[in-house]
């Protein structure tokens, strides 16, 4: 199946530092997500991104699909953002890995004053 | 739409106890997901459906694990007979329709004790 690498899997960030995480993905992708699992479990949708870029606030995505990765930056980070960035990805059709989204391992992002 | 809802949201049994997880899928999505997430194996899928019919149970991890999905707005997945290493956290998902954006609901946290 088509295999899904993040980095780094551990961030510590003073509040309003930046930061850049990464998703490779090892196959052509139809739909690609990020989401966000705060201290309570929730798994919150940041981005359906499976090419291009996005902005939302302080947070956009970018994917090259043909260079099979994805990255999500954070700008000014505040002490919510803390928590597991998952990057998530769907195969192509037709290709046995599609209609399932397969999950990378997070980052584990710790945001302190 | 209320998103998708799952029930219990904490579930504490006895070894060898069935446990019965429930989801409804927000209205109008085809697809229904559910993945089991644990410190040792991440986010990992279980089990999807299309239109109410179970396309990949290869995830299931053995037989004492089964679904259903009865009708376009309900699906349960069942343990019979629980162990303790079922003991993990249990999320329903939904999609319009494949390569789209898929919507997580809370979460099922189970422990078997």
């Known amino acids: 199946g088509i295999q899904v690498e993040q980095s780094p899997p551990d961030l510590i960030l003073q509040e309003g530092a930046n930061s850049t995480l990464r998703c490779n993905f090892s196959?052509?992708?139809?739909?690609l997500q990020w989401f966000h699992q705060n201290p309570w479990g929730q798994l919150i949708n940041l981005f359906y991104i499976p090419s291009g870029t996005k902005q939302n606030g302080r947070l956009s995505a970018t994917t090259v699909a043909t260079e099979r990765y994805s990255l999500l930056y954070i700008s000014s980070s505040q002490t919510t953002d803390s928590g597991v960035y998952f990057c998530?990805?769907?195969?192509?059709?037709?290709?046995?890995?599609?209609?399932?989204?397969?999950f990378g391992t997070g980052t584990r992002l710790q945001v302190t004053l | 739409d209320a998103g998708v809802i799952q029930s219990p949201r904490h579930e504490v049994t006895e070894m060898g106890q069935e446990v019965t997880l429930r989801c409804k899928p927000i209205s109008g999505h085809d697809y229904l997901f559910w993945y089991r997430q644990t410190m040792m194996r991440g986010l990992e899928l279980l089990i999807y459906f299309n239109n109410n019919v179970p396309i990949d149970d290869s995830g299931m991890p053995e037989d004492r694990f089964s679904a259903k999905m009865p009708n376009a707005s309900f699906s349960t997945l069942k343990i019979q007979p629980s162990e303790p290493r079922d003991s993990a956290v249990y999320f329903c998902a939904s999609t319009m329709d494949w390569g789209t954006e898929a919507f997580f609901g809370q979460g099922t946290r189970l422990t078997v004790v």
């Open positions: 196959d052509s992708v139809n739909n």
């Open positions: 998530a990805v769907e195969g192509v059709a037709n290709t046995g890995t599609a209609s399932k989204l397969t």
